[in-house]
């Protein structure tokens, strides 16, 4: 079929002429032949195609975290749900915690906090991935209101756990004495965190911003401006935005 005679036909009429209607005749009986081997063609490619469901299965978990990353929770946990049903083991236990965390995106707190219980129950899943467990719960409890929920749940991680999740515990702890103010209690999740965590950790900012409140409280101003401005040079330093601007608003406010 000639390309210029297929495009000078396009374009529809409100009267044709009576040339044009013949070129279009012409034209009709080579584009139906050619439409129907294209169909032909397409018929023999897929009629050997056989779908890999086990790679499928594979994938899923891949796009629902590319999902969330574009804020598409629900599709994600949607995902996440359906694939659970044909995992057993360690990879179940993965995906069901990050099926809790998507929860937990969403403000489906309830929910986030029984599926990580679950996983943090599981005596087969490893120790790292049950203290996982636990601190995911204690944020969704948090979120409910559930502060001494969230503490049980955040004194279950094992003493002998890695030095960043035993920060996080006291990042967690830290959080949930500031809302009940117990600035104390506060000070001391500070302390034994900073100590718990790598110089580079980004745990660390919400560590000292925690720590800049509580100066703050006391009325020591520049007590509080000099955590909030280590702070800063941290989350500048790794480039999280969403930390940056937390901090800059505690400067802000202070």
């Given at each position: 079929?000639?390309?210029a005679d297929r495009h000078?036909?396009?374009?529809?009429?409100?009267?044709?002429?009576?040339?044009?209607?013949?070129?279009?005749?012409?034209?009709?009986?080579?584009?139906?032949?050619?439409?129907?081997?294209?169909?032909?063609?397409?018929?023999?490619?897929?009629?050997?195609?056989?779908?890999?469901?086990?790679?499928?299965?594979?994938?899923?978990?891949?796009?629902?975290?590319?999902?969330?990353r574009v804020g598409a929770?629900?599709?994600?946990?949607?995902?996440?749900?359906?694939?659970?049903?044909?995992?057993?083991?360690?990879?179940?236990?993965?995906?069901?915690?990050?099926?809790?965390?998507?929860?937990?995106?969403?403000?489906?707190?309830?929910?986030?906090?029984?599926?990580?219980?679950?996983?943090?129950?599981?005596?087969?899943?490893?120790?790292?991935?049950?203290?996982?467990?636990?601190?995911?719960?204690?944020?969704?409890?948090?979120?409910?209101?559930?502060?001494?929920?969230?503490?049980?749940?955040?004194?279950?991680?094992?003493?002998?756990?890695?030095?960043?999740?035993?920060?996080?515990?006291?990042?967690?702890?830290?959080?949930?004495?500031?809302?009940?103010?117990?600035?104390?209690?506060?000070?001391?999740?500070?302390?034994?965190?900073?100590?718990?965590?790598?110089a580079d950790d980004p745990?660390?900012?919400?560590?000292?911003?925690?720590?800049?409140?509580?100066?703050?409280?006391?009325?020591?101003?520049?007590?509080?401006?000099?955590?909030?401005?280590?702070?800063?040079?941290?989350?500048?330093?790794?480039?999280?935005?969403?930390?940056?601007?937390?901090?800059?608003?505690?400067?802000?406010?202070?």
């Open positions: 079929i000639r390309a000078d036909h396009v374009d529809a009429e409100h009267e044709r002429d009576g040339a044009a209607w013949k070129t279009e005749w012409a034209l009709l009986p080579q584009a139906c032949g050619a439409a129907a081997v294209a169909l032909a063609l397409g018929a023999e490619l897929t009629a050997g195609l056989q779908v890999d469901e086990q790679r499928m299965r594979a994938l899923i978990p891949d796009a629902a975290q590319a999902l969330s929770h629900a599709r994600a946990a949607e995902l996440l749900e359906a694939l659970l049903p044909h995992l057993s083991g360690e990879p179940r236990d993965v995906r069901g915690l990050r099926l809790a965390a998507t929860r937990h995106a969403l403000g489906q707190d309830a929910v986030a906090a029984q599926l990580a219980n679950e996983v943090a129950e599981r005596e087969l899943a490893g120790a790292e991935l049950r203290a996982e467990a636990r601190l995911l719960a204690a944020r969704a409890l948090t979120a409910l209101g559930q502060w001494d929920a969230a503490i049980a749940a955040l004194r279950k991680v094992p003493a002998d756990a890695e030095p960043a999740q035993k920060a996080q515990v006291q990042r967690e702890l830290a959080k949930i004495h500031l809302r009940q103010g117990d600035y104390t209690a506060v000070s001391s999740a500070v302390d034994e965190g900073l100590a718990c965590a790598a745990v660390r900012v919400e560590l000292l911003c925690s720590r800049g409140i509580v100066a703050s409280y006391a009325g020591d101003q520049s007590a509080a401006h000099s955590c909030y401005e280590q702070a800063l040079t941290l989350a500048r330093a790794r480039g999280v935005r969403s930390d940056e601007a937390n901090v800059l608003t505690y400067l802000a406010i202070g």
